[in-house]
């Protein structure tokens, strides 16, 4: 396995959750990851994405809520979720951005 999510679950409206992502070396090093989002019966969102220096960029449904970061020593990419609300229910993804490297996915539900 490549890519490993986790951290999802339940959560009140206006509560946090914190997702994880581990990446093998060879396809975490140096390269953009992200993390995109998908509801029933609608694409794959990119929420946020992160180079490998830290620059960072947001979907405008997010900024100011969410936070990815990324630890290069241990391989993982993470994705703060704060001030959450209902229609950020999805199943989350990392992915290395532009690749075809994607993580199993880890449920997210915001209950309001």
């Known amino acids: 396995v490549q890519l490993q999510a986790s951290g999802g679950g339940l959560v009140p409206a206006g509560g946090s959750l914190r997702l994880s992502c581990g990446a093998s070396a060879t396809i975490f090093s140096g390269n953009v990851m992200a993390w995109y989002r998908q509801t029933s019966g609608k694409q794959r969102e990119l929420v946020a994405r992160i180079s490998g220096g830290g620059s960072t960029g947001y979907a405008d449904s997010v900024k100011g809520r969410f936070t990815i970061s990324r630890d290069n020593a241990k391989n993982m990419v993470y994705l703060q979720m704060s001030s959450l609300k209902p229609e950020d229910t999805a199943v989350y993804y990392c992915?290395?951005?532009?690749?075809?490297?994607w993580g199993q996915g880890t449920l997210v539900t915001v209950s309001s």
């Open positions: 992915n290395v951005l532009g690749t075809g490297f």
